[in-house]
Nanobody, 117 residues
Framework: QVQLVESGGGLVQPGGSLRLSCEVP????????MAWYRQVEGKERELVAG???????NYADAVHGRFTISKDYLKSTLSLQMNNLKPEDTAVYYC???????????WGQGTQVTVSS
């Protein structure tokens, strides 16, 4: 059974920073597209940032220039550095791995990020 374990969410003031981490099993860490999504209650889950197996990244327009996605092969960890956070960034953030061949999606349990003064 594949389990993605997220950490790093919390409450932060506008303009502050948070770093999310996701532990990914080593057997699926390589060769697959990995991403962070977020979801606000009552709305669809949306892509925040993604990174390919070769390290190419993509970002939602709303977070471009403020968020940075990265991966650490030694720690088998996917991270999302979030700077200059805004109240509209408040959501549950999910780690995702999209398997290259089967196109199966694995999801983390979600971590709450709240941006409020």
């Amino acid at each position: 059974q594949v389990q993605l374990v997220e950490s790093g969410g919390g409450l932060v003031q506008p303009g502050g920073s948070l770093r999310l981490s996701c532990e990914v099993p080593g057997r699926i860490f390589k060769n697959n597209y990995m991403a962070w999504y977020r979801q606000v209650e009552g709305k669809e889950r949306e892509l925040v940032a993604g990174i390919t197996s070769t390290g190419d990244t993509n970002y939602a327009d709303a977070v471009h220039g403020r968020f940075t996605i990265s991966k650490d092969y030694l720690k088998s960890t996917l991270s999302l550095q979030m700077n200059n956070l805004k109240p509209e960034d408040t959501a549950v953030y999910y780690c995702n791995v999209l398997m290259a061949i089967s196109r199966w999606n694995y999801w983390g349990q979600g971590t709450q990020v709240t941006v409020s003064s």
